[in-house]
């Protein structure tokens, strides 16, 4: 039997485990992909990473072992075209607030006859050899995950999550609490209770639902309320826990 595709495991409410690659080096992103992840979400986004660059990560992604995403700058047709042409296996689009967004997102992952993808002979399309395969296949293959970020995405989620094509309803609690004006532990209990209402909305709807924690502490808590996928953190953001605790860990000791 031919290995579940990551749309094929997303859009099903498999467990999915991934995390953020935001060190904008090759080197880094096949360590963190040979680590076990079932995929790396390279971070284009947020980090300082140029477009330029995303192909090469997405490749040291494949070559350690994990499916490549790519969360792009933003709902952009250009930005998306260029994060699935480099061979990303799935988008992560982020600050989607309506269902009119959801839908531009999902024409822009999509060729025709169910998007407005156009077709070039990028790394996915093997430079043009595999074009016609590639583009025939691509729909059935390509994970869309829309981000809900805002108050306003919180409002609309029923309709969002009705969208056609939308695979996955990815919650940035980040963001999230900030447009809440929830931001820090005093807005923790508001900020849980959204996130619950989106996790409600989208099993009423049938659409899986994934969700960013800093660190695995209440992974096992929120998989139990509904969650299936999780970003877990960061290359960078490990790279400064390892760090701090390495250089307690030899510091010497306070002298009286």
């Known amino acids: 039997m031919a290995q579940a595709t990551l749309r094929e ?16 080096h ?15 979400c390279i971070d ?6 140029d477009r330029s660059e995303v192909e090469n990560l997405v490749r040291a992604v494949e070559a350690g072992g994990a499916a490549a995403m ?3 700058p933003g709902n952009d047709a250009e930005a998306i075209a260029a994060a699935l042409d480099s061979g990303a296996q799935g988008v992560l689009v982020p600050r989607v607030s309506s269902a009119a967004e ?8 999509r060729y025709p006859p169910d998007g407005e993808r156009g077709a070039g002979p990028g790394r996915a399309s093997g430079y043009g050899y595999d074009i016609a395969a590639y583009v025939a296949g691509a729909n059935a293959r390509i ?10 995405a919180v409002e609309n989620i029923d309709a969002i999550a ?3 094509g939308v695979d996955l309803v990815f919650i940035g609690p980040g963001d999230l609490a900030v447009s809440m004006g929830a931001f820090g532990p005093e807005g923790s209990g508001r900020l849980d209770a959204a996130i619950r209402s989106v996790i409600a909305a989208c099993a009423s709807a049938g659409k899986a639902v994934g969700l960013f924690r800093p660190s695995a502490d209440d992974v096992p808590a929120w998989r139990a309320a509904g969650v299936s996928l999780f970003i877990v953190a960061s290359d960078s953001m490990l790279l ?16 009286d």
């Open 26 to 40: 090759p080197a880094a992103a096949e360590v963190t992909a040979r680590s076990g992840f079932d995929f790396v």
């Open 240 to 255: 400064a826990g390892s760090a701090v605790a390495l250089a307690k860990a030899v510091a010497p000791p306070a002298s």
């Open 70 to 72: 790519v969360r792009v």
């Open 102 to 109: 959801a839908e531009a997102a999902v024409r822009a992952t």
């Open 143 to 152: 994970l869309l995950a829309v981000q809900v970020e805002t108050v306003r």
């Open 44 to 49: 284009w986004e947020h980090a300082q990473i």
């Open 162 to 164: 009705a969208v056609a």
């Open 9 to 24: 495991r997303g859009r099903s409410g498999a467990p999915l485990l991934g995390i953020f690659a935001a060190i904008p």
